[in-house]
């Protein structure tokens, strides 16, 4: 399942991503950050009476009598030590790391060069960033696409211990400010929200990476009480992402504890507290243009936008719970909301009423999306396993064309590519990453007056 995506545009990417070889030492650092953070689970069960642990212990120790002892078990601490580094915990007893492959008695081929060259990124390349959940893993998962020569491929991916909501591209660096001198350059970096209240940083140019460069939020304890929501972070998911590409430095994050912070990446800190919504914030969008003005939309059937200077804000209700929201590129006045209903209300925020409502999907309209490349144009996704094109220039809405993924379930996002006018990616609940030019519809083509080969 692919619950989010973001494209990354040509050229943000390092040409030859950093491939990071982990040391011993850092290797028993990762480890023993995973076994903290298995601990903070296990505290869930302390409550288990000395007596079912007793029993359970009894019931293992009966389990390991094994009176064939096929693999000479009884004889294990006694077989002869390696000279790798020994993992303990985390499920890896007994596993044996060698920081350098070549030590290792097990791996018999060689490794070739060919595989960190085939990590190279050219500069007509564009990524698409996934957050990605198959079965009990969870990662981000990172394609590469390139037009010209129609490569698409997973270049690399990073894997993450929660269930991931939604990611966001950003280019502040937002590391530590002890390790930065100076001014911060711009880098290649996804923001990720999930399940748990805090935001993680990730830099994406970096191959094989084990933590993020910061976090946002303070790590929750164990306990029954809830905590308070406030500067410190979230007290629940982390269900909607929005960098600010006016004011690099800020993100916003919007919750299921219903409210919407504003982070500072410098200091890592969340500057203001927003509580207008009185349900789950499920989606966030800055202004193309003004960077003080946020739009978001939640579970309480209300499109807010906001002016952050005052925090002023502006409600309209809909007619179901806001699945996603996004600004009008051909209209700096108006954005548009996908509703649980099936509907896409297109509002002006200098007025009380909609401009229009499209009756457009039979189940939720889980994405939005449209391109500077095309004015007019919008894609939606459903759950009905559905993306549609359509013509909305002059408030005239009209479907121009739509394609059924039966085979993909239901659709949970989708994104124009900001360097390719015609190519969307789309999220799915089965089949991973999914790829349309819709440049290859004729009805498209007519109603655009669009060339194939003019498609970027």
Avoid at 395 to 406: D, L, Q
Wanted: aromatic share 8%; proline share 4%.
């Amino acid at each position: 399942m692919i619950p989010s995506l973001c494209w990354i545009a040509r050229g943000v990417a390092a040409e030859e991503p950093h491939v990071l070889k982990l040391d011993s030492d850092e290797i028993n650092h990762l480890i023993e950050r995973t076994k903290q953070n298995l601990e903070i689970v296990e505290n869930t069960n302390e409550d288990e009476s000395d007596e079912e642990k007793k029993d359970e212990s009894s019931t293992h120790e009966k389990a390991d009598i094994d009176d064939e002892d096929e693999f000479n078990m009884a004889e294990y601490d006694n077989e002869e030590e390696m000279d790798g580094q020994r993992i303990f915990g985390a499920g890896l007893s007994g596993v044996t790391y060698y920081a350098n492959p070549s030590d290792d008695p097990y791996i018999t081929l060689p490794q070739l060069a060919e595989e960190e060259e085939g990590y190279e990124i050219k500069p007509t390349d564009n990524l698409i960033c996934c957050a990605k959940l198959d079965g009990d893993m969870s990662n981000i998962e990172i394609h590469l696409w390139n037009a010209d020569e129609q490569d698409f491929y997973v270049h690399h991916d990073i894997l993450i211990d929660k269930f991931p909501l939604c990611v966001e591209w950003l280019s502040f660096d937002a590391g530590d400010q002890d390790e930065i001198e100076g001014d911060r350059t711009p880098g290649n970096y996804i923001a990720l929200g999930c399940m748990s209240p805090q935001i993680e940083i990730w830099d994406i140019d970096i191959i094989d990476t084990s933590e993020p460069v910061a976090v946002l939020g303070e790590r929750l304890k164990h306990s029954k009480k809830k905590p308070k929501i406030g500067k410190k972070g979230h007290s629940n998911a982390v269900m909607s992402l929005s960098w600010n590409k006016h004011s690099q430095n800020i993100i916003a994050s919007g919750s299921a504890d219903c409210s919407i912070l504003l982070w500072d990446l410098e200091t890592g800190s969340a500057k203001e507290c927003l509580n207008h919504h009185n349900d789950k914030v499920q989606t966030l969008c800055w202004h193309l243009a003004e960077s003080t003005t946020l739009l978001s939309g939640g579970y309480d059937n209300t499109c807010q936008v906001t002016d952050c200077r005052t925090k002023n804000s502006k409600s309209w209700t809909v007619d179901g719970e806001v699945e996603h929201l996004i600004w009008d590129v051909s209209s700096p006045f108006s954005f548009l909301a996908g509703t649980a209903s099936g509907n896409v209300v297109c509002i002006d925020i200098r007025q009380e009423k909609p401009l229009y409502t499209i009756a457009a999907h039979d189940n939720e309209v889980s994405g939005l999306s449209m391109t500077k490349l095309i004015p007019g144009l919008l894609a939606t996704c459903s759950a009905d396993k559905t993306v549609k094109v359509w013509q909305i220039s002059d408030n005239k809405p009209s479907c121009v064309t739509s394609r059924a993924f039966p085979e993909a379930g239901s659709l949970h996002c989708l994104s124009f590519c900001p360097d390719y006018a015609t190519m969307l990616a789309v999220g799915a609940l089965e089949g991973g990453l999914l790829m349309w030019d819709i440049a290859s519809n004729k009805e498209f083509r007519d109603a655009f007056n669009h060339h194939v080969e003019n498609g970027s």
